[in-house]
């Protein structure tokens, strides 16, 4: 991601990983990316356990911008048909946030959603207008 976060996805995914398939969509960034694929979401919680989550759901009450994210907590979607299944936000209620959305609108694109959240979980490490710690910014003319 461009903040500097590893992505990981859960099995079934809705797209191949494969280089062709990521040309066509025009994903010609993907091998900047630190990402993993495991194969369910027990696999992922062995894998990240001893980290705060906050789960997205469009049926959560509390907002994103409420939360206090902390460096290394894991920000958690579902796809864009279903969303994360209701027995997880039940069980974690108080960590599942929302993105407001005006009007007729049902739901946000994924990417959207992630963004809107990222960004907002970066701006609270790091301030606004900073680069992320792991993203390797380019010295500027005068800097050690």
């Not at 062709?20 to 091998?31: K, S």
Request: aromatic share 12%.
């Amino acid at each position: 991601m461009a903040i500097g976060a590893k992505l990981w996805m859960v099995r079934p995914l809705g797209f191949r990983t494969d280089d062709y398939y990521l040309r066509r969509a025009g994903l010609d960034y993907w091998q900047h990316l630190e990402w993993e694929v495991v194969d369910d979401w027990g696999q992922l919680s062995e894998r990240l356990a001893g980290r705060g989550c906050w789960l997205f759901s469009k049926t959560a009450t509390r907002l994103y911008t409420d939360a206090s994210y902390q460096e290394g907590d894991v920000l958690v979607f579902g796809n864009e048909s279903q969303g994360l299944p209701q027995s997880m936000i039940r069980e974690a209620a108080e960590r599942a946030l929302r993105i407001p959305i005006a009007g007729p609108v049902r739901s946000l694109n994924l990417s959207n959603a992630v963004a809107v959240a990222a960004y907002e979980a970066w701006r609270q490490w790091e301030g606004a207008g900073t680069m992320p710690a792991k993203a390797g910014r380019r010295k500027e003319a005068g800097e050690s």
